[in-house]
């Protein structure tokens, strides 16, 4: 079975410090996409990265990167430099071959950045 | 370019009642997507359409159903509604067609069940 495992239920962290918010995921394909996406207020789910299970490269993205590790089977995200815009629920997902749209989310972390 | 639309935004129900949801895709999407989310929780899968067709299912019950339109925008039914149906429920839209695997949500339609 697939599941995805997002510990950290709420962090809070102060304007301009760097925060990690941590994904483990268990599946047995051994073709997978991995996901990270943001939930404002408004509620709209907003697509930040995807990653396939053959690409371990780590990446960056302005303030955000993501660490891919197949060994630990985890996928964390982290925000350089927090801004209060940041503020958001961050969801981990998986998915299995691609095309598909059965997405497996974490129960998500809210981050609040204050001030 | 109008993103993922959903209607309506707000709906209240009780128990027993149908509700139907209604969701225009992303311009250029021609599969569908729904997902349930309660309070606190990650969205759930809840089926996919494509071609009209449903293609894919989650655990949901029957009294859960969907249709798609030629024009791609699809409806979610939910029959006899429980308590335990309040939550946001989710359109997401994508081009099957050279797959970016990047699904685009709607806003949702929040249905609280009395």
């Known amino acids: 079975a697939q599941k995805v495992t997002q510990a950290q239920t709420e962090i809070s962290v102060v304007e301009k410090e760097d925060v990690t918010l941590d994904c483990v995921y268990e599946?047995?394909?051994?073709?997978?996409?991995l996901f990270w996406y943001k939930q404002p207020p408004s509620g709209e789910l907003v697509f930040l990265i995807r990653?396939?299970?053959?690409?371990?490269q780590n990446e960056i993205s302005g303030r955000y990167s993501w660490n891919f590790q197949k060994s630990t089977s985890s996928f964390n995200f982290t925000i350089t430099a927090s801004q209060v815009v940041d503020s958001a629920v961050y969801f981990c997902a998986l998915s299995g071959r691609r095309g598909t749209y059965k997405y497996i989310f974490g129960t998500g972390t809210r981050l609040k950045v204050l001030a | 370019d109008a993103g993922v639309t959903q209607s309506p935004t707000h709906l209240i129900k009780t128990r027993g009642q149908q509700v139907t949801l209604r969701c225009s895709p992303k311009?250029?999407?021609?599969?569908v997507s729904w997902y349930q989310q309660a309070l606190g929780q990650g969205p759930q899968f809840i089926f996919q359409?494509?071609?009209?067709?449903?293609?894919q299912r989650g655990n949901f019950p029957d009294r859960f159903s969907g249709h798609q339109f030629p024009n791609y925008s699809s409806e979610l039914n939910v029959n006899a509604l429980l308590l335990g149906d309040s939550a946001l429920y989710l359109c997401?839209?994508?081009?099957?067609?050279?797959?970016?695997?990047?699904?685009?949500f709607g806003e949702g339609s929040r249905l609280t069940v009395l």
């Open positions: 990653r396939n299970s053959f690409d371990e």
């Open positions: 311009s250029g999407h021609d599969t």
């Open positions: 359409y494509y071609e009209e067709e449903e293609r």
């Open positions: 997401a839209s994508a081009r099957l067609a050279g797959d970016t695997g990047e699904l685009f």
């Open positions: 599946t047995r394909d051994t073709t997978y996409y």
